[in-house]
């Protein structure tokens, strides 16, 4: 750490920390997003220049996003867990 941080109260520091925790969970998750999306863009879309889906392009988008927003509300829930166990330290 720089020597400006070692200035700060505990108080602030501990706060900071929570703060730095709470980004890096938040960054994970967004990252999570990104290749969720990107997993069920692969797996499913094998023509765009129709302009619509096929049945089963829509089918498999559907069951991929089903599964991506069980993964996040897991992920949602695991941060929440984590952030509450950091500020009852």
């Known amino acids: ?13 501990k706060e ?11 960054r994970k998750v967004n990252e999570s997003i990104h290749q969720f999306t990107k997993m ?4 499913c879309i094998s ?3 129709s ?8 089918s498999c988008l559907t ?3 089903g599964r991506f927003l069980d993964a996040s ?3 949602v829930n695991d941060v929440e867990s ?7 330290a």
């Open 63 to 65: 069951n991929c996003v």
């Open 1 to 13: 750490m720089s020597d400006a941080s070692l200035k700060l109260d505990a108080a602030t520091q």
């Open 73 to 75: 509300l897991h992920l």
């Open 16 to 26: 900071l920390q929570a703060f730095i925790a709470q980004e890096t969970a938040q």
């Open 40 to 43: 069920c863009w692969d797996k």
């Open 47 to 49: 023509n765009v220049t």
């Open 82 to 88: 984590k952030r509450q166990q950091i500020n009852a």
């Open 51 to 58: 302009g619509r889906l096929a049945p089963a392009e829509s």
